[in-house]
């Protein structure tokens, strides 16, 4: 190796990359070989863009997310990806809006707003048509409005139900199953609109009931549109799951979401980080069944299940082998929001979970224990672990997080133990501690 022993400006010359066959060693003329001696420029390139993203990324993140978000529209993984990211930036991505939303990601007070692009069903063709009469005319005051205000061939039925589905309407109408239902009416009166303003003729219902015209000069035409009978509106559930199939990941809200004091105290590790984790250690991960399948073992002929996994970054695989199904069989179902935990395991070249455990978010807790500085000695410490140590039961089985918090001066910290601390059984683990002199509760892990 050569080594730099010192630096000098030769101002401003060519330089040239330089494609080597084989070796990239070269014999200097003092007998050294310099390793890899082509020329650096794309070293200095790629180190100067690096240099740019950071400081974009530290002094504009919203404008910065925004931009990979727009450059990623089309790939539904990378999406999703990065609106996590935003997550733990503390940047919301709104949902789409068919008064706001532009073709791409816009950046609007502080947040993300969801591009019309990464809508499936929503081709350029209707996204340039809905953008033009919101340009033209101003916003839209109802579903009636833009049908009645844009090319129907363009923005199709298929495409008004995406722009439904994925929460595009809720701005003007929160209830999307009477948007739904009323589809078809408003598109059959739009349809029946656009003929007559194609032959000239003025509808004689419309002459009538707008005898000075105000309503037809000022844009006001859809007040009068026909609407379906009234209905209930979609349960939450039933509007994630249509934003899911429509956007491939949820936008409004996610049901992983109250799981965030789960995600504080666990420290998880992200299902699009599952490649990048040792085999050998014991994971945990909070996840939503998204696809269950269940089988019968090859080999002992004993039931076992092939999971799907998804949370806010991404999804994964996961195996329930024979021993585990046994026990958690009854928590393996699609939809069920657990915490899970097992091992990376590579096969056939596709990373996957063997999950040795679970248990439902809704059923998870930890112990806290209530200390103040002033009244605890070393050795009262010293006693507090032993009392842990001896509720860690099993190895691997210890899965109930402990914290302590400290009150002092009408202040409190929560500060967490080291998972060797973590117990098996929350209850006898308060008991314990409780027979010993502390004050110690369970609160629930999605709690707070």
Not at 69 to 78: H, M, P, V
Not at 84 to 93: E, K, L, P, Q, R
Not at 168 to 181: G, T, V
Not at 362 to 384: C, D, H, K, W, Y
Request: charged share 25%; aromatic share 6%; glycine share 6%.
């Amino acid at each position: 190796m050569v080594k730099i022993i010192g630096r000098k400006a030769l101002g401003t010359q060519l330089v040239y990359d330089i494609g080597v066959e084989r070796d990239h060693n070269f014999i200097l003329a003092n007998g050294l070989v310099a390793s890899n001696c082509f020329n650096k420029s794309h070293s200095t390139a790629y180190g100067y863009v690096t240099y740019q993203t950071a400081y974009l990324k530290a002094n504009y993140p919203v404008e910065y997310m925004t931009a990979l978000l727009t450059a990623s529209s089309g790939n539904q993984d990378k999406v999703q990806k990065y609106i996590a990211t935003c997550s733990t930036m503390g940047i919301d991505v709104l949902q789409p809006d068919i008064n706001r939303s532009d073709i791409d990601f816009t950046p609007l007070s502080g947040k993300i707003l969801f591009g019309l692009s990464a809508i499936r069903n929503l081709g350029d063709g209707a996204i340039d048509c809905i953008l033009k009469a919101r340009e033209k005319d101003g916003a839209f005051q109802s579903l009636a409005d833009l049908c009645d205000r844009v090319d129907l061939r363009a923005v199709n039925r298929r495409a008004l139900e995406s722009l439904i589905y994925c929460g595009a309407f809720d701005s003007i109408e929160p209830n999307r199953h009477q948007l739904i239902k009323d589809l078809d009416v408003v598109i059959s009166w739009a349809h029946d609109r656009a003929k007559d303003r194609e032959s000239g003729q003025i509808n004689i219902f419309d002459f009538l009931e707008n005898t000075s015209g105000s309503q037809e000069e000022n844009g006001e035409a859809w007040k009068s549109a026909p609407k379906a009978t009234g209905v209930n509106d979609f349960s939450r559930q039933e509007k994630l799951q249509q934003e899911k199939d429509l956007l491939g990941f949820y936008i409004s809200d996610h049901p992983l979401k109250s799981a965030r004091q789960a995600t504080k105290v666990l420290s998880p590790i992200n299902l699009n980080e599952l490649g990048e984790q040792s085999k050998r250690t014991l994971l945990s991960a909070i996840v939503m069944l998204s696809e269950v399948k269940h089988h019968l073992s090859k080999k002992s002929g004993e039931r076992m299940a092939f999971v799907q996994m998804e949370d806010l970054t991404g999804q994964a695989e996961g195996v329930v082998f024979p021993k585990t199904y046994s026990r958690i069989e009854q928590l393996i179902q699609t939809d069920a929001r657990l915490i899970v935990w097992g091992k990376v395991d590579e096969r056939d070249e596709k990373i996957q979970m063997i999950i040795e455990d679970a248990e439902p978010i809704e059923n998870a807790q930890m112990v806290i224990v209530e200390l103040m500085p002033q009244g605890v000695s070393t050795s009262e410490l010293n006693r507090l672990k032993s009392v842990l140590k001896e509720q860690s039961g099993e190895r691997n089985q210890a899965k109930v997080p402990v914290l302590a918090r400290v009150t002092a001066s009408n202040q409190s910290q929560v500060v967490r133990f080291d998972s060797k601390y973590w117990v098996g059984d929350y209850i006898e683990t308060v008991a314990a501690l409780t027979r010993e002199g502390f004050s110690a509760h369970p609160v629930p892990l999605t709690g707070g």
